[in-house]
Every structure is written in structure tokens, then in C-alpha cells.
């Protein structure tokens, strides 16, 4: 901005030293007002204008004082005086001294005064666009050094700072590129925050930024795992392996990592891909990998183990290994051993024989649930590892009326084909009847172990269908809610066990946050880059996430990630349009205040309230239209 008569604007600021407080009796900043200003051959010129002394309130708040002086100074029309009430109050008091000294000029002060009033019933609010959300992201992506990574790495400004929208609005807004490319464009301040043009994105630079991100998955990787423990001091102690699947949409003829195989997510009609997480106890990911759709869990391992954890400097203990039941074959187990780590996991097959161990102590523990599950150790014939005996009572209920549901299921489709020997028209050779019988089985297995079935005939033809329930039926209801804990750990008690097993909820929780709230799943995506590029951007989205829910934690805000980002968009950007008595155009561009839990969120995180600072600008009547947006630039405060 130029004065009238071609001089830059002046600027003000502080300048301290470090001096005793004879008050305090410590050391402290003493300050004085400075301006800083070109004068007419164009250099630069400083002059100090008042001494402050040591400071009656908190050093941050003189960054609001200077903006409210300079803006004074430099006779810029305002609607509004960005500080909060003291900032304000302080201001005046060094505004009044300076004029009363001489040190400046209000000769035109009436006349500046009359400029900056504006008529009410002319204000406008227009352009309101959702910021809080895209605002905590930034500064948690920000808290993990992103920006210095890939920095470190040659990335150009202009490519960071795409690569800060991308991520921030996969977080918020986790759509296809075409829908996010809409949402920037008509919805989000996410540009205003990031710097980057916000009439440069399209579907096309957000489907390149993903890919560049790929490129760079091993890095970023390890960095970010670095990053979190240095961040919150971990230790990686236990570390979690478990894998998922997610689904394609189309056929994916040409893809090499869609195949058919067995879906967690009952999808036996669509193409998968399989996920590999390994994360930490504390849910951050330390490694990742995809493989092809028909991989099954116990195979994966050996491909993996050399990566199942990355170590920081300051972290060098024996890891625990926690994996699931379908990855923990005896040829995995040996592969952990071998490796140099310790392993807890469900045992694969059901221990029928075991006695109870030389100690026969039985330890209860009370769930968050309050359920009391009830652990004892025992011993089985031919097997080294440590076991624990899980006894569930909310486990049993679960299991027994899953059970007893498709029992019943299984015993009405037997009383149909039992119904059908005696009607006209019913099936009754006995191929078709045992073929019936078959589809029953093949339905329900888990209810078809506790009968035996024996079809009688007479010439080829069906007379009936007995049905006898199995002795170890009776066995298999005293079984239900218990499970085996198998461990190579030795010294260990019997919570502490139990409490390690039960961290493997983190990763299953990873997985249900990337598919839900990051809409991981379906797979859109033609080929395989395009595919591998979308899951790690929701892997990178995710370490973002879990990031700002694990500080929240710490404080006691258990909130999921869309009710967080619910609660912060409350805060949005908005333009603020008025004319003075000289018919000049006057708007501010600037973020409402938050909310009580919007602030809540940001104390919570340590993080600040405001994205940028307010922008203002003045234009005549004729050049409205054409300056309406050109002036506004983001400022990051502080």
C-alpha cells in the first residue's frame, strides 16, 4: 500500500533488551515503541518513539498493540480493531502518549475519524467459508515438522503448499478428488490458510499431489514415526500387526493387486486389496504395506518382519509383537522369535487339554465395560509358550446367542427339506435331497458340528431325515467366552498380559477410522498407482488425525474425528462489506471468534485460535467490482 503523497506506509514495533527488574528481581525484557519507514530517497529509516519499560501484561499480546498502532499511524480506514480489550486499552494509553509528546502527526485526525465511519445499514457479509477444522489441521501438520521434511527433500513452496491443502482436506473433507476440488472452491478456507491459489486446484493437481506424496511414502514414513515419539515421548514397547481389506468398484482387469479373496467386510462379489498396518500401542503408524487381494493373513509376515518397527535413538528394548489369531502360525511365532522380539496373541487352535498352573492363581479384572473378565494361567502337553485362560462373560453371551441363531437357522432349512418328503411335488430323490442338505452345511458350519445327519431311502428315494444332536454340544456351550492368550513372555502377571493383548484394539480402531471417517473404502481408482496413491494419502490423513486425538485424549476429549471437525467449523471466515460518508468501499476479510468448545479444542492442543489476521482494504465506488478479492493474502499470526 502507498500514501497519497507516494511514501510507503510506516510500520511499528518493539524493540527490547534484557534487563534486571528491580521489582521481580529477574531478568526481563525492557521495551521501547519504534518506527520503522522510508523516507523520501527511499531508505530505510528507524526512530524510537516512546519507551515502554518492563511490561504490566503478557509479551503476546504486544503483537495486537503494534498491528492497532500501525494501522493509526498509517490512517488506515478500519471497521474493526483486531486485540482483545486489554491489547485495545494499552494501545490508547501509548496513542494518547505519543500525541501528547509530539512524536506524531493528527493535524487530519477529525477528518480520519469521519473517513472511517461507515453507514450500518450498508453492511454486508459475504464469502463465508468453513475454517476451523482446516485451521487445527494445519497446525498439527505444522506440530509434526511436514513442512521441514519436505523441505528437506526438495520440494518447491508452490508444491508444499498443495501438498498441506491436499492432506488437510482429506482429514476434513475425505471425498473424490472432483468433489474435494468443489468444496475448496465453494466451501473451505483451506487455501486462505495454506497460501496455495485456490483458482489452481483441480482434479488433475490433486490426483499429481497424491501421487508425489507416494513417491515419497518410505521417508515420510519414518519420519513421521520419529516425529510422534519425539513429540510425546514414546518408547514403541509393544508394537501391533494386523491386516484388512477393502474393496474395489469395477473390475479391475488390468490391476495386479485386485483379486477375489475373503472379505472382512462380506464383499465376496467385488475385487480386494489387503492392508497391512504395523502401529504402536499408542496408535501411530509405524510402517504400512498393500498386497494383493487374495493374500491371506498368515502369509504376509515373513515379507514384513524386517520393517515391524522403527526404532528411534533413544529406543532400543525388546519389542512385544501383539497380532491376531489369523497371523499367528507356528511358522510366524518361530519368525518373531527369531527376529529378536516377544510375542502375545490368540492361540490359533482350541486348547481342550490344559491344567491349571503351580501357582492357581486366578486374577479378575473389571473392563471399561464394567465386565469382569476372569484370567487364570494354565499349562497344555507339548507346548513351551506361556498361556493365559480368558474367561468372558460378555464374550459367552455373544457368542451363545450367535449360536443359538444359527442353530435355529440351520434346523428350519433341515425341517424344510424334511417337509418336502412328503408333499406331491417335493424333492425326493435322494441326490437332490442330500444336495439341499449340502447347502445347509455349506451355510451354516458352525451350527451342522454339534448333529449328525443320516438320510434313509427306499429305491432311490427319500423316507426320511434323522437328526441327532452331538454329546459335545454340552461341551461346547461350557466353552463359550473363553479364549486362549499364548506368549513367549515369561515373567509377566496375568493383568499385565491381558492389558498388552488388548492394546490390538488400536490398530482395529486405525482400521475403522481410515474406513469411516477418511472413506478409505470403495476403491474408485483404475490403476495401481492412482490405487496406491489414495491409500497412503488416508494412511497420511490418519497419522494427522490420530495425532490431534491422542493430545485430546490426554485431556480428557474423547470425541470421534467427525464430531471433532463438527465442532471446530463452527469457526468460519467471512467478508465484511461497508461504504464510508466518502462513498469509498471498506471490507475486512477475517475469522469469527470460537466458540467455547472450539476454544476448549484449542487449549486442549496448545494450538492458536485465529488462521490469519484481518485483512482490510478501501476501494472507490468504480473499482469495486474489479478489486473485489485481489487485495486478500494470508497471513499466518504470530
Known amino acids: 500500500m502507498i500514501r497519497k503523497s507516494g511514501l510507503p506506509l510506516a510500520v511499528m514495533y518493539f524493540k527490547s533488551v534484557i534487563r534486571r527488574n528491580p521489582e521481580t528481581a529477574r ?19 528507524h526512530r524510537p518513539l516512546l519507551t515502554i519499560g518492563f511490561l504490566p501484561y503478557e509479551v503476546e499480546k504486544l503483537n495486537d498493540i503494534r498491528r492497532i498502532l500501525t494501522d493509526r499511524l498509517n490512517r488506515t480506514p478500519n471497521v474493526f480493531e483486531q486485540g482483545d480489550e486489554e491489547a485495545v486499552r494499552w494501545a490508547d494509553i501509548y496513542w494518547q502518549q505519543l500525541v501528547e509528546s509530539g512524536k506524531i502527526d493528527v493535524s487530519d485526525r477529525a477528518y480520519e475519524e469521519k473517513k472511517r465511519m461507515i453507514n450500518i445499514d450498508e453492511l454486508l457479509l459475504k464469502d463465508g467459508r468453513e475454517a476451523g477444522a482446516e485451521w487445527m489441521c494445519y497446525q498439527g501438520m505444522e506440530q509434526l515438522r511436514f513442512r521441514e521434511k519436505l523441505e528437506e ?88 500387526y494386523d491386516l484388512t481389506n477393502t474393496y474395489f468398484e469395477g473390475e479391475k482387469k488390468g490391476s495386479n493387486l485386485a483379486r477375489f479373496g475373503r472379505s472382512k467386510e462380506k464383499r465376496s462379489d467385488a475385487r480386494l486389496i489387503v492392508l497391512a498396518l504395523v502401529v504402536n500401542a499408542e496408535g501411530f503408524i509405524k510402517y504400512s504395506d498393500v498386497f494383493e487381494g487374495n493374500m491371506s493373513d498368515s502369509s504376509s509376515l515373513p515379507g514384513i518382519i524386517d520393517r515391524i518397527r522403527v526404532r528411534t535413538a533413544e529406543s532400543q528394548c525388546r519389542a512385544i509383537v501383539v497380532l491376531d489369531a489369523g497371523i499367528a502360525t507356528e511358522e510366524n511365532l518361530a519368525l518373531i522369535r527369531a527376529n529378536g522380539y516377544d510375542y502375545v496373541c490368540v492361540s490359533r487352535t482350541k486348547i481342550k487339554d490344559y491344567a491349571i498352573g503351580p501357582e492357581g492363581k486366578v486374577c479378575k479384572v473389571n473392563t471399561k465395560n464394567d465386565e469382569t473378565v476372569t484370567l487364570e494361567r494354565v499349562q497344555s502337553a507339548g507346548m513351551t509358550d506361556y498361556l493365559l485362560k480368558i474367561s468372558s462373560p460378555g464374550k459367552a453371551l455373544k457368542e451363545g446367542s450367535m449360536k443359538n441363531q444359527f442353530e435355529s437357522r440351520f434346523l428350519q432349512e433341515i425341517e424344510k427339506i424334511r417337509q418336502s418328503l412328503g408333499k406331491k411335488h417335493g424333492v425326493k430323490k435322494v441326490d437332490k435331497v442330500h444336495q439341499r ?23 432311490d428315494t427319500a423316507t426320511e431325515i434323522i437328526l441327532t444332536k452331538k454329546e459335545n454340544s454340552i461341551e461346547a456351550e461350557e466353552r463359550l467366552g473363553v479364549y486362549f492368550i499364548r506368549t513367549s513372555l515369561k515373567t509377566e502377571g496375568e493383568e499385565t498380559l491381558w492389558i498388552i493383548y488388548n492394546t490390538i484394539r488400536e490398530v482395529e480402531s486405525a482400521f475403522r477410522c481410515l474406513k469411516t471417517d477418511l472413506d478409505l473404502r470403495p476403491v474408485y481408482h483404475k490403476n495401481d498407482d492412482a490405487t496406491l496413491a489414495h491409500l497412503y494419502l488416508g494412511l497420511l490423513a490418519y497419522s494427522l488425525v490420530n495425532t490431534i486425538r491422542y493430545q485430546l485424549k490426554a485431556k480428557g476429549i474423547h470425541h470421534d474425528w467427525q464430531e471433532i471437525v463438527r465442532i471446530t467449523n463452527t469457526q468460519k471466515v467471512v467478508t465484511t462489506y461497508g461504504k464510508n460518508n466518502f462513498g469509498e468501499t471498506i471490507y475486512v476479510r477475517r475469522c469469527t471468534d470460537p466458540n467455547e468448545k472450539v476454544k476448549t479444542i484449542y487449549q486442549a492442543l496448545g494450538y492458536r485460535n485465529y488462521p490469519f489476521v484481518k485483512r482490510k482494504s478501501v476501494v472507490h465506488k468504480s473499482e469495486f467490482k474489479k478489486n473485489q478479492f485481489s487485495g486478500f493474502q494470508q497471513i499466518n499470526d504470530g
Open 153 to 240: 527433500m526438495g520440494w518447491k513452496e508452490d508444491e508444499i503448499r498443495l501438498a498441506y491443502t491436499q492432506l488437510i482436506s482429506r482429514a476434513v473433507y475425505p471425498y473424490s478428488e472432483l468433489r474435494t476440488t468443489r468444496w475448496i472452491q465453494e466451501n473451505s478456507a483451506v487455501c486462505e490458510i495454506t497460501g496455495y491459489p485456490m483458482e489452481k486446484i483441480t482434479k488433475d493437481k490433486l490426483y499429481q499431489s497424491a501421487l508425489d506424496l507416494y513417491r515419497v511414502k518410505d521417508r515420510l514414513e519414518a519420519h513421521l514415526s520419529k516425529r510422534t515419539n519425539e513429540l510425546f515421548d514414546l518408547q514403541d514397547k509393544i508394537i501391533l
Open 27 to 45: 531478568y526481563e525484557g525492557y521495551y521501547r515503541l519504534v518506527e520503522s519507514y522510508r523516507n523520501v530517497s527511499g531508505r530505510i529509516c
Open 437 to 459: 442338505i449340502g447347502r445347509a452345511i455349506e451355510k451354516y458350519p458352525s451350527a451342522v458340528r454339534f448333529y449328525s445327519i443320516e438320510v434313509r431311502s427306499e429305491q
